[in-house]
């Protein structure tokens, strides 16, 4: 039967007495899976800040070596393109959370732009994704500021491949963890339900 509301109706109530809201509510993530665009941000955003937090942890490791990484290109290529505009500071804390949004803003475009048109593993789909931003990064934003391909220009090949695994683990820790997090939340959400009938 349906729920109304006045003269608007909700949904269907199933027969767990749960009522289900309808289809234009929700947008499609994947095959099989309805969420609400809110839910997706929520995800994404929990799934990127773990992420971060570990490609940070292996980058600040290679500090302990010490081992340079092709770290801040983006940030140096910006304050060349602002140069005489905007003065972007380059202290470490700033750089810090500068690489945090960065991390964020890509896992909000994994999650509304990628993950549901996207086909096969969750592993697999942040392996492509990898890919595609480390090859910007190397053959575009790392030549700009003059730094060679792949920051060949000033760091060793031990370096480079640091570099690239850190880059390579954000995304695929992003995109295993985003599903896992929805799955979780969509659990918790029908529990909570069941638990108001």
């Not at 809201?21 to 929990?46: D, Q, Y």
């Not at 760091?155 to 954000?170: C, D």
Request: net charge positive; glycine share 10%.
């Amino acid at each position: 039967m349906r729920l109304k509301v006045g003269t608007r109706s909700l949904g269907k109530m199933n027969c767990n007495g749960a009522t289900a809201l309808p289809s234009s509510w929700s947008v499609s993530a994947a095959p099989g899976r309805r969420v609400s665009p809110f839910r997706r941000a929520e995800a994404a955003t929990i799934a990127g800040a773990f992420a971060i937090m570990l490609n940070s942890g292996v980058l600040a490791l290679a500090d302990l070596i010490p081992l340079q990484t092709a770290r801040g290109g983006l940030l140096r290529l910006l304050s060349a393109i602002l140069d005489g505009v905007v003065q972007l500071p380059h202290d470490r804390s700033f750089q810090f959370w500068f690489h945090g949004l960065v991390g964020l803003a890509m896992a909000l475009f994994y999650a509304f732009a990628l993950e549901p048109p996207m086909r096969g593993a969750p592993w697999l789909k942040g392996a492509i994704y990898a890919l595609a931003v480390w090859l910007a990064n190397a053959f575009i934003v790392l030549p700009l500021t003059g730094e060679g391909v792949a920051g060949s220009a000033h760091l060793t090949v031990m370096g480079m491949v640091w570099f690239a695994a850190a880059h390579t683990l954000f995304f695929v820790t992003l995109a295993t963890s985003y599903p896992r997090i929805l799955d979780g939340m969509a659990r918790y959400s029908r529990r909570n339900q069941r638990s108001h009938l």
